[in-house]
């Protein structure tokens, strides 16, 4: 039986520059606004790694930069004495969902 290539659809996934310089303008907007919270802020994955938080959390945390945290999870902070506990906190937000 001969074969047939089956047609894939394709996805374009290109941006315009326009959509591209939009979605980091809002980008920075979200990240000013973070930033200006008086709350320590963070987000984590399934696993308690962290994604992200804003400035004043990295501070507390000891990095100069909110990029420095992503990745890391509580045993590498500068609270890993505390780890299970906030890692046990964190468990109970996620399975509320």
């Given at each position: 039986?001969?074969?047939?290539?089956?047609?894939?659809?394709?996805?374009?996934?290109?941006?315009?520059?326009?959509?591209?310089a939009?979605?980091?303008e809002?980008?920075?907007?979200?990240?000013?606004?973070?930033?200006?919270?008086?709350?320590?802020?963070?987000?984590?994955?399934?696993?308690?790694?962290?994604?992200?938080?804003?400035?004043?959390?990295?501070?507390?945390?000891?990095f100069?930069d909110?990029?420095?945290?992503?990745?890391?999870?509580?045993?590498?902070?500068?609270?890993?004495?505390?780890?299970?506990?906030?890692?046990?906190?964190?468990?109970?937000?996620?399975?509320?969902?």
């Amino acid at each position: 039986m001969p074969r047939r290539d089956k047609e894939v659809p394709t996805i374009d996934l290109e941006c315009s520059e326009a959509q591209e310089a939009a979605l980091r303008e809002s980008q920075q907007i979200i990240r000013a606004i973070l930033d200006a919270v008086p709350a320590r802020i963070f987000w984590k994955d399934k696993n308690l790694v962290y994604l992200g938080c804003n400035a004043p959390f990295a501070r507390d945390a000891g990095f100069s930069d909110p990029e420095e945290v992503v990745g890391k999870d509580d045993y590498e902070m500068g609270w890993r004495d505390q780890a299970e506990s906030y890692r046990s906190d964190d468990r109970q937000v996620i399975d509320r969902q």
